[in-house]
T-cell receptor
Framework: AQSVTQLGSHVSVSEGALVLLRCNYSSSVPPYLFWYVQYPNQGLQLLLKYTSAATLVKGINGFEAEFKKSETSFHLTKPSAHMSDAAEYFCAVSDIAGTASKLTFGTGTRLQVTL | NAGVTQTPKFRILKIGQSMTLQCTQDMNHNYMYWYRQDPGMGLKLIYYSVGAGITDKGEVPNGYNVSRSTTEDFPLRLELAAPSQTSVYFC????????????FGSGTQLSVL
């Protein structure tokens, strides 16, 4: 069975500071990994995805994530936080070639950005 | 393009009442999904459909029914509402089964009292 664990349900950073949101996964086969973002009162949007092509994945809005097999991690980072980054972020894993019906979502991390 | 449209945005039901959550997409996507989002629990898949006339259960289907008579529409039916169904419901679509870019609607917040 596959699963993801997001460490920290709430993260607060100052504007301009580094954003680091943690995700660890468990999968019996090479995983497909994703980060989704949910802005207030909206549905989720895909930020980036890892599908075994490159371990460092760049997404939208300056976010990137690095797949580390030895650590079973897929942490999301952004060098400099903006106020507009305040949202909830979900890590997700699929072990069947990215099949959406087999996605398992994490419990989410709410990012707060302060002045 | 409107994308994925869900109605209503908010609804309060009494225990035992029934209702249908509507979902429509105008992107001609074959695959559609219903999720529920509970606080601190992430998203759970309720039902999904791979095309008109074909539906299948997800992780938490009990208490719900779906139908897919057209490519565009994928309504979710609650027959006997229970407090455990208080949640935020999201409809999503994708053009292919193996396309992890899901397009989400803005959600329906449902309270069962």
């Amino acid at each position: 069975a596959q699963s993801v664990t997001q460490l920290g349900s709430h993260v607060s950073v100052s504007e301009g500071a580094l954003v680091l949101l943690r995700c660890n996964y468990s999968s019996s086969v090479p995983p497909y990994l994703f980060w989704y973002v949910q802005y207030p009162n909206q549905g989720l949007q895909l930020l980036l995805k890892y599908t075994s092509a490159a371990t460092l994945v760049k997404g939208i809005n300056g976010f990137e994530a690095e797949f580390k097999k030895s650590e079973t991690s897929f942490h999301l980072t952004k060098p400099s936080a903006h106020m507009s980054d305040a949202a909830e972020y979900f890590c997700a894993v699929s072990d069947i070639a990215g099949t959406a019906s087999k996605l398992t979502f994490g419990t989410g991390t709410r990012l707060q950005v302060t002045l | 393009n409107a994308g994925v449209t869900q109605t209503p945005k908010f609804r309060i039901l009494k225990i035992g009442q029934s209702m249908t959550l509507q979902c429509t997409q105008d992107m001609n996507h074959n695959y559609m999904y219903w999720y529920r989002q509970d606080p601190g629990m992430g998203l759970k898949l309720i039902y999904y459909s791979v095309g008109a006339g074909i539906t299948d259960k997800g992780e938490v289907p009990n208490g719900y029914n779906v139908s897919r008579s057209t490519t565009e529409d994928f309504p979710l039916r609650l027959e006997l509402a229970a407090p455990s169904q208080t949640s935020v419901y999201f409809c999503a679509s994708s053009p292919r089964a193996k396309d992890e870019k899901l397009f989400f609607g803005s959600g329906t917040q449902l309270s069962v009292l």
